[in-house]
């Protein structure tokens, strides 16, 4: 079995450092992931191959909407989350252990490489659907081979994640989206079991080492919808990672523990103009509505990028990236 990297022997037991979690594990038990074991004194991960769901998705489904918009990529994920949202909408996958799946399948890094350069429109590879985080050697292992193949990676992540895997990351990963769940401890910890911290200081540090970075919100009622709170996230976003910081504010609805009623559209509409006064590209998403769609240049309003759906059509971008009526520099990854 594959042995973690990011751990260290206790007296008896063994903590795991991938993410800040820091879970303290007994012999022959699991983190809090439900992925990762303490067997003879080591931590493996047993997740490590097992592939719950592999699709070739639109690269807007991430959801990315300025890193190579209208292309196709290979979405892959595996079992297990190190946070425990009790709005997941993946619970299904994400908290459950490898042992409870009947219907696993077993990829090498290989066998995702070749199932990706196979497909003739693909250009990368998403690690999505549960936490990636938790996957860290089996994504570390392939997305260095997608490199070598030419291919991009794209991480969807909870950003729960402790700093020096995170570095490590940085190495094979392209562009991140990152879900800030909400911009409170209360929150994050009531309804995540985890902190907002580290999720913080990811994104900052993702920010920092140049990576594409767009930003998910799931707007739940009464629990993160409050306009001072929400005003004050989107001010930090544009403070520590810059105004052209992709931002999309997405609609809740009831599962899994969840049974408050979905997210009114005129609270997204609210938060959509909130967002707007401090950031550039602002999109709402999980909801039909013509607000908060299209990409349009934040100088001289050119429409850039028009979407129906997960179709789109590029109107206003040159290929380097620039408004084709200013010139202004729109995004790096076309």
Partial sequence: MIESKYYKKLNGTVQCLLCPQN??????????????????????????????????????KKPLYHFFPGQTILSIGTFGCNLKCKFCQNYDISQSKVTDQLNRETYKPEDIIRIAT?????????????????????????????????LYNVMVSNGFVNQKPLFDLLHVIDAWNVDLKAFTEDFYRKYTSS????????????????????????????????DDKFREMVKWISDETGKD???????????????????????LERFYDIASEYLNYVFLGNVATSTGKDTYCPECNNLIISRSGYSTRIKGLTKQGHCTN????????I
């Fill in 23 to 60: 879970c303290i594990i007994k012999e022959g038990k699991y983190g809090i992931c439900m992925v990762r074991k303490n067997l003879d004194g080591k931590i493996v991960p047993e997740n490590y191959g097992k592939v719950s769901a592999l699709h070739f998705d639109p690269i807007e």
């Fill in 118 to 150: 196979e497909m003739k429109d693909n250009h990368g590879i998403a690690y999505t659907y549960n936490e990636p985080i938790i996957w860290f050697e089996f994504v570390m292992e392939t997305a260095a081979k997608a490199h070598h193949e030419g």
């Fill in 195 to 226: 902190t907002l911290l580290p999720v913080k200081e990811s994104i900052k540090i993702i920010k920092k080492a140049g990576k594409h970075l767009e930003i998910t919100n799931l707007v739940i009622p009464t629990l993160n919808d409050d």
């Fill in 245 to 267: 910081t992709v931002l999309h504010i997405s609609r809740y609805f009831p599962t899994y523990r969840m049974k408050i009623p979905a997210t009114p559209v005129s609270t």
């Fill in 326 to 333: 200013c010139n202004k520099k729109i995004m790096e990854y």
